[in-house]
């Protein structure tokens, strides 16, 4: 609005520019409105844009925490996985050494699985703490039964000595002096590069170094049919299983001698068709090769993963 305006002056007989006269409260009026206006505005960007530093902490620690639980769920997953490779390889094991299914058929990694499904489209905070109570209780159950499971282990080993020590469920040579380096399947030959069945383990080991025998047995005459296998040993633990460890520098047994479980047998080499010293071990059950790995039992359950991942994988043996 213009500050001016015409007004008549009868004594002149002209208009004549008339200044409107500013009220001083008025003016401190409007500068005061205006900062009012311009604070709201501040306030307003302030709380939209710019947080607070409580703000910014909670905003970190909640995606630390998405960022962590997503990575503890992929980890779940990968555990659940190993945990039913396990759960089958013991189903597996109980009907060759007791000749029958086991009583409890039911896997526990299904209902993780399960579970794991029914819950992955749930990403809400709330909803994450739930799933974590839910996968608590589901381990405290696990843990349970699996406390049930170590004391019938412990009755059983009590009452069942010889045929637990006959078994043979021992790592073939000393702690700590080998490696293993493949496993039981389909690997590719050293010296062929095609893919072969391979009936055993290979175990990576200094020439000269001891054999052991993997359970209580009697040494037999050499199968005829092991060309490439070098020198062999051959022992028959009763119900049916049998072992063999070939690639030997030196046999120290003969057909028809008993050993016991951790007796030296003979010594690594590398006699047979092979790239390097090495202790090859394979278990045989009523006439046909088992993967050895499901019947090392008495080495510790970290070293067992290590091995069993080893195993599993397809790489070129060693013999």
Not at 138 to 156: T, V
Not at 230 to 251: D, P, T
Not at 305 to 315: C, D, H, I, T
Request: net charge positive.
């Amino acid at each position: 609005m213009s500050d001016q305006h015409l007004r008549f002056n009868p004594h002149t007989m002209h208009y004549e520019v008339v200044y409107k006269k500013h009220s001083r409260w008025r003016n401190v009026l409007y500068v005061l409105l205006v900062g009012i206006a311009f604070g709201l505005l501040f306030i307003l960007l302030g709380t939209t844009f710019i947080k607070s530093k409580e703000v910014r902490k909670k905003e970190h620690d909640l995606a630390v925490f998405k960022e962590t639980y997503e990575k503890a769920e992929q980890q779940y997953q990968q555990n659940i996985e190993l945990l039913r490779n396990l759960e089958m390889q013991d189903r597996r094991l109980f009907r060759e050494v007791f000749e029958t299914d086991p009583p409890d058929t039911t896997l526990l990694s299904n209902q993780l699985l399960q579970e794991v499904q029914e819950n992955s489209q749930s990403t809400e905070f709330s909803g994450m703490l739930s799933i974590v109570k839910t996968r608590y209780s589901k381990i405290e159950n696990i843990s349970y039964k699996d406390a049930i499971r170590i004391d019938f282990a412990g009755y059983f080993l009590k009452h069942n000595a010889d045929f637990v020590q006959s078994l043979p469920i021992r790592v073939p040579l000393q702690s700590g002096s080998y490696t293993l380096v493949s496993g039981f399947g389909k690997r590719i030959h050293p010296i062929f590069k095609t893919a072969r069945q391979h009936n055993g383990l290979d175990l990576a080991a200094r020439a000269g170094s001891e054999v052991l025998a993997s359970g209580d047995g009697i040494v037999q005459e050499i199968p005829k049919n092991l060309a490439g296998y070098g020198n062999v040993v051959y022992i028959y633990h009763g119900h049916g299983y049998y072992s063999l460890y070939a690639q030997l520098l030196e046999s120290k047994v003969k057909p028809g001698q008993k050993v016991s479980a951790g007796d030296v047998i003979g010594f690594v080499g590398s006699t047979g068709i092979s790239i390097g010293p090495h202790l090859h071990y394979e278990i045989w059950k009523n006439g046909k090769p088992v993967d050895p790995i499901r019947y090392l039992l008495t080495v510790s359950p970290k070293d067992y993963l290590e091995m069993f991942k080893v195993a599993s994988q397809y790489n070129q043996c060693l013999s």
